[in-house]
C-alpha cells in the first residue's frame, strides 16, 4: 500500500495570540486595579490608552469591543458615582485583559470535513474545513481552524491564515430544552422535590434569564434552601453553564476562527474534536464534534453543533454509556437510529444506539485488541466513513512503551455490530522524525474522509504538529484482514 505525503505540515504558531480576560479572583484586587484607573486624570488616561492601542491595535481584530466587554464584566466593581468617559472604560478593559498564544505548545490531532461552502469549485474538487487542537501555555486546548482545498489530481491546498485569531462572542441568553436538563439531572442524582418544581415552572424550551428567575424565586421562598436544595441549585448553574451557544461574525475569516474553553468544565481545554458532516434522512446536513471537556481534575464528553462553522451550541452527553473519551458519531442514522462508536472502558471499541444525539445508554462490545500493536488498548480515530464495502473506522492501538499507532477496521453496512475486516499491522506508525515531539511515539488523527476514491488522512505528530496524506482506497481495503 502506497501512502502518499502531501508536504502539508501544520506548526505551532506562538505569534497567534488571542485576547482572553484576566481578572483575578479576588475582589479585592479587582477593586485595588479599579481605583488606579480611575486615580489618573482623563488626560493619563487618554495617553495611557493611545499607548496601548499603538502597541496592540494591529496584533487584534476588533480590540476596542473586547475591552469593552472586559469593562463590562468588571463594572460591578467601578465604585465611582461619576458617569465614566468611553476612553476610562476601555482603558479600565484593557487592564483586564491579557494575551494568549494559543498554539504555541502544540497544533495536533485534526479532524477534516467537506465545507458547507462549496461555491467556486471546478469539477473533482472539494472544498473542507480542518479542524485542529491548539494547545497554549498550560496546556491548555482549544478548536481552531483551517480552509482547503482538495484539487481533482487530489493535491491540497491548505488557506494561509492571516496572523489574526478570533473568539466568538457568546449569547448571553442561550435557550434549553427541559427534557435535556431533567435527564441530566436524574443521571446525576439530583432529582427532588425542588429541581422537579422549579422546572414545572419553565416551559419545554426556556432561557437562561427565565432559568435565573426561577431560581431567584426558588430561593425567595418559605425559607433558606436546605443543603441538598443548594447543592441542585449548583448542579443546575452548572449545566447551564456547559450548554452555551457562541457566534462568528461572517466577516472572520474561517482560518482566524478559535473556539477557546466556556464553561468551567472545559477550563483546563476542549481536547480532540471529532468533526462530521451528518446527513439527515431528509437531506439536511448538522455538523457535529464530540469532544472531550477537561477541568484539570475530571473529563466530560461534551458535543458541539453547527450548519455553517459561524454559529456552534454546545451541549452536554447523557446517559450512563458517556464515558472516557473517543465518542464518534455515525454520519447518518442506521435503521432509523443515531449509532456512535466509544470507548466506555479505556480499552476496548464499544458501539451503541440512540434515538436523541443528546443521550447515550446500553454500550455493547464490540471489538477488543488482537495485535501487538494494539495490545495496550485501541480507540477510534474520528466518526465511521461509508464505503461500498462497509464502513471504515480509522483507529488507534496502543502498543509497548505507549506508542500510538494507526490503523482500521471495517464494520458491515446493515449491522455495524459486526467486524468485517481489520488491519493486522498499522497504516501508519511514529518512525523516524514522527516520533519526536512534545509527546513522543504518537501519530493520532480525530477524523478523515474519501474524496474521489482516496482517504485524505490528516494527522498529528508526536502531540506537536500536523500533516496530511492520501491513501488509495482500494489499496488500503486491499490490505485487510477479512474475518470468517
Given amino acids: 500500500m502506497t501512502i502518499h505525503p502531501t508536504g502539508i505540515q501544520l506548526r505551532p504558531d506562538s505569534a497567534r495570540v488571542l485576547v482572553r480576560p484576566f481578572i483575578p479572583s479576588e475582589p479585592a484586587r479587582i477593586v485595588n486595579i479599579v481605583g488606579r484607573a480611575l486615580a489618573m486624570s482623563e488626560s493619563e488616561a487618554e495617553e495611557e490608552l493611545a499607548a496601548v492601542r499603538a502597541e ?31 476612553t476610562r472604560r476601555l482603558l479600565i478593559g484593557a487592564l483586564f485583559c491579557g494575551e494568549y498564544a494559543l498554539e504555541s505548545a502544540a497544533l495536533f490531532n485534526p479532524s477534516i470535513v467537506p465545507s458547507p461552502d462549496q461555491s467556486g469549485m471546478q469539477d473533482g474538487e472539494l472544498r473542507f474545513v480542518l479542524s485542529l487542537r491548539a494547545t497554549g501555555e498550560g496546556h491548555i486546548s482549544s478548536i481552531e481552524f483551517r480552509g482547503g482545498v482538495i484539487h481533482a489530481d487530489h493535491s491540497i491546498t491548505l ?28 443521571e446525576m442524582g439530583f432529582e427532588n422535590d425542588w429541581s422537579t418544581a ?15 428567575t426561577a431560581m431567584r424565586q426558588s430561593a425567595g421562598g418559605l425559607g433558606p434552601l436546605s443543603r441538598e436544595e ?6 443546575v448553574r452548572w449545566l447551564a453553564q456547559s450548554n452555551y451557544e457562541v457566534h462568528f461574525d461572517e466577516s472572520v475569516h474561517v482560518s482566524e476562527r478559535i473556539i477557546f474553553p466556556v464553561s468551567s468544565n ?29 477541568n484539570g481534575r475530571a473529563i466530560l464528553p461534551q458535543l458541539l ?34 449509532a456512535m462508536i466509544s470507548r466506555q472502558d479505556d480499552e476496548n471499541l464499544f458501539l451503541m444506539y440512540s434515538d436523541n444525539p443528546h443521550f447515550w445508554s446500553e454500550p455493547r462490545l464490540l471489538r477488543r485488541p488482537r495485535y501487538s500493536w494494539e495490545a495496550v488498548k485501541i480507540g477510534n480515530c474520528g466518526s465511521p466513513l461509508e464505503t461500498d464495502a462497509g464502513w471504515l473506522v480509522i483507529t488507534h492501538g496502543v502498543g509497548p512503551m505507549r506508542k500510538y499507532s494507526i490503523g482500521a477496521i471495517l464494520l458491515d453496512l446493515e449491522d455495524p455490530s459486526k467486524v468485517l475486516a481489520e488491519t493486522a499491522e498499522p497504516l501508519i506508525r511514529p518512525d523516524g522524525s514522527e516520533r519526536e515531539g512534545y ?20 494527522y498529528g505528530v508526536s502531540d506537536t504538529i500536523s500533516t496530511i496524506v492520501t491513501i488509495e482506497i482500494d489499496e488500503l481495503l486491499a490490505t485487510l484482514k477479512w474475518l470468517e
Fill in 439 to 458: 509527546v513522543p511515539n504518537v501519530v493520532y488523527t480525530c477524523g478523515a474522509l474519501l474524496h474521489r476514491g482516496r482517504l485524505i488522512l490528516p
Fill in 266 to 294: 472545559e477550563s483546563n481545554g476542549m481536547e480532540d474534536a471529532r468533526f462530521t458532516r451528518f446527513i439527515e434522512d431528509d437531506g439536511t446536513a448538522t455538523y457535529y464534534a464530540t469532544y472531550t471537556a477537561y
Fill in 56 to 86: 496592540f491595535g494591529h496584533r487584534h481584530q476588533e480590540l476596542t469591543a473586547i475591552w469593552r466587554r472586559a469593562f463590562e464584566r468588571v463594572q460591578a466593581h467601578v465604585f465611582t458615582g461619576r458617569p465614566l468617559s468611553e
Fill in 198 to 212: 422549579l422546572l414545572q415552572s419553565l416551559q419545554n424550551d426556556f432561557t437562561l434569564s427565565e432559568l435565573e
Fill in 230 to 235: 443548594q447543592r441542585t441549585s449548583e448542579c
Fill in 305 to 338: 453543533e453547527t450548519s455553517d462553522f459561524l454559529s456552534f451550541r454546545a451541549r452536554t452527553l447523557n446517559g450512563r454509556a458517556v464515558q472516557n473519551k473517543g465518542m464518534a458519531l455515525f454520519p447518518r442514522r442506521i435503521h432509523g437510529r443515531y
Fill in 159 to 186: 488557506e494561509t491564515p492571516s496572523g489574526f485569531v478570533t473568539a466568538p462572542v457568546q449569547n448571553p441568553n442561550p435557550t434549553y430544552r427541559k427534557s435535556v436538563f431533567l435527564h441530566k439531572l436524574m
